[in-house]
């Protein structure tokens, strides 16, 4: 199942509350990203269905593998980018996490790698 825009924040939304908190659950992702209850419930099936995570019977989302790795993916080009956009270019932490989040999802993999590079050198 190839994965829309929708699909990778809800991943990484999942990954980030993860990192916060011992348990993620549909309200968590829900409040993270200002969407409704019923809009993330329906968001989650599709993401248990094409195989990115699991939801156990208390309710908690868990990434399996690929759900995981995906997010992670999509993370790191989110942290990058804002890194990028706010330390190399000046640009407001707000406006940089905003472009940074629209950007993660279309940038080719060899634009990231050159970036990546970029940045690392930039740092020395």
């Known amino acids: 199942m190839a994965l829309r825009k929708s699909g990778e924040d809800y991943l990484e939304a999942i990954l980030v509350i993860g990192k916060r908190k011992p348990q993620v659950r549909s309200i968590d992702v829900a409040n993270e990203l200002g969407f409704s209850k019923p809009s993330v419930s329906r968001a989650m099936s599709l993401l248990k269905d094409g195989g990115f995570i699991t939801v156990e019977r208390d309710g908690s989302l ?24 706010r330390d190399i270019l000046g640009v407001s932490e707000e406006s940089s996490a905003e472009d940074a989040c629209e950007v993660e999802h279309v940038i080719s993999a060899e634009t990231y790698q050159k970036l990546t590079d970029f940045v690392k050198n930039y740092k020395h």
């Open 62 to 85: 868990i990434l399996t593998e690929i759900g995981k790795e995906k997010a992670e993916d999509v993370y790191s080009r989110h942290c990058l980018l804002t890194e990028f956009f």
